[in-house]
């Protein structure tokens, strides 16, 4: 498996083989590969610089995802605010991954920090549940 950071994609080769029979007559063996990429984009930003209680852009992987990474930044020390994730396969109804982020807790300095885990959901998304004060946050979501 190959990532391109270029284009945003995961790619990986599958080796095909087989026998090909062609027209008139006759057959000929066929060898070689198929390489398959994923169109989800390497990664999405669910919050960008937020502050009010809200819910995030959903990023959509195309796929049920078998892990999941959540990278909140802050721009500074964050005194009150939640945030949440969550995870869906029909991009309707949306269930809570893991507990809730707590900014005051987890963002004392403009810091990131890395929330990761395994899950069954085709689309991801952050939401603030508690309005975010002494800064703001920005949530970046990857899945694979």
Request: aromatic share 8%; charged share 10%.
């Amino acid at each position: 498996m190959a990532y391109n950071p270029a284009t945003g994609t995961t790619s990986s080769t599958i080796p095909v083989s087989g026998t090909l029979t062609t027209v008139p007559s006759g057959t000929q063996t066929v060898t070689g590969a198929v390489t398959v990429s994923p169109t989800a984009p390497a990664v999405v930003t669910s919050l960008n610089a937020a502050t009010a209680i809200s819910s995030g852009t959903v990023y959509d992987l195309g796929y049920l995802s078998r892990d999941y990474t959540f990278v909140g930044t802050s721009s500074a020390t964050l005194t009150a605010g939640v945030v949440r994730l969550f995870g869906s396969i029909d991009n309707t109804n949306f269930v809570q991954i893991g507990s809730d982020i707590s900014c005051t807790a987890d963002f004392t300095a403009a810091v990131s920090k890395a929330y990761t885990g395994a899950t069954n959901y085709r689309y991801l998304r952050a939401d603030i549940t508690t309005t975010i004060t002494g800064g703001n946050i920005t949530v970046k979501v990857m899945g694979a």
